[in-house]
């Protein structure tokens, strides 16, 4: 199934690098304008040079920090500005933050919580009016899979992500009426920047390739998800393809999660 987005205007929280990346092209390829947001300068713009070669509509970059209201609000302003009306939000942005519990200090937690969720909670605040005005929106928030099957040493994110999962289901359900669906993607393990990061820390020297094979070795498909796979599902969800879905947590963990 061939999946449009033509003329719709889309941010994406961490839009630079990896899943959010991804997401972008995805959205992009398929019709869409797009804004990436994201802090560094330099890899936003490397990202929005390697989109915008793929042709079609706009691509803008935004350098914000979401753990801030001001960071928020400037990221949908200049959105706004340079492309107008969002259609579509996509609340990816993250980083993965989990140790024993008596070692998550209240820094932690409240760094998490701004990043996972204040930002989803702001972000969304300001662009539903208008998604409601126009009768047509679409919100998706990035969780993992900790959110349903949160375990020893999952914390804060695990509960950063129940409660993202709490927001999504809250919105879905104020949103149905006035065609502003709302769902959860959660991820299980998936290749991206991130996971290039912690490989380049791996003391063995392995190639990247061999690396991944052996992380994903004792996945229930025997190999960690690709960006594009992940895509696929939020194109799918935010154009009129997904048109009857909302308030869904949609595992894209090839199996991963025991909880459905
Ligand atoms: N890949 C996986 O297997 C996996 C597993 C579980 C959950 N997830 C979740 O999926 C999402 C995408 O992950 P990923 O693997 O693609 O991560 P990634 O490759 O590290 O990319 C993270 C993106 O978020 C941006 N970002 C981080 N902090 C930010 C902030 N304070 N303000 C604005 N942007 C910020 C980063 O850019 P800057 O650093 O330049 O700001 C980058 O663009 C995250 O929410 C992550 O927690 C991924």
Redesign the pocket.
């Known amino acids: 199934m061939e999946i449009r987005m033509d003329g719709r205007n889309a941010l994406i929280?961490?839009?630079?690098?990896?899943?959010?990346?991804?997401i972008a092209t995805r959205f992009f390829t398929s019709g869409a304008n797009v804004a990436?947001?994201?802090?560094?300068r330099q890899?936003?713009n490397a990202?929005r040079q390697e989109i915008a070669q793929l042709g079609g509509g706009k691509v803008v970059a935004i350098a914000?920090?979401?753990?801030s209201a001001d960071?928020c609000d400037r990221?949908i302003a200049e959105a706004e500005g340079q492309l107008g009306t969002l259609d579509i939000l996509v609340?990816?942005?993250?980083?993965?933050q989990r140790g024993p519990f008596l070692e998550v200090s209240d820094a932690l937690w409240q760094d998490d919580l701004?990043?996972?969720l204040f930002?989803s909670i702001r972000l969304c605040r300001r662009v539903i009016p208008a998604m409601r005005a126009q009768r047509w929106g679409r919100i998706i928030n990035?969780?993992?899979?900790?959110a349903k099957m949160p375990d020893a040493e999952g914390a804060p994110?695990a509960v950063s992500?129940a409660a993202g999962m709490a927001l999504m289901k809250i919105l879905a359900h104020e949103g149905a009426a006035h065609n502003v669906l709302v769902n959860g993607m959660l991820?299980?393990?998936?290749?991206?920047?991130?996971?290039?990061?912690r490989h380049q820390q791996d003391p063995r020297g392995l190639s990247l390739e061999d690396w991944y094979a052996e992380a994903g070795k004792d996945l229930p498909m025997g190999r960690?998800?690709l960006?594009e796979e992940?895509a696929n599902v939020a194109c799918m969800l935010a154009s009129d393809a997904g048109s009857y879905i909302n308030g869904a947590a949609i595992n894209v963990d090839g199996g991963l999660c025991k909880v459905v």
């Open positions: 929280t961490g839009g630079s690098k990896g899943l959010g990346k991804a990436l947001v994201a802090r560094g890899d936003l990202a914000a920090d979401i753990r960071g990221a609340n990816n942005a993250g980083t993965s701004d990043l996972k930002a990035v969780l993992n899979v900790g994110t992500r991820v299980g393990k998936i290749r991206s920047d991130q996971w290039e990061r960690l998800g960006p992940f």
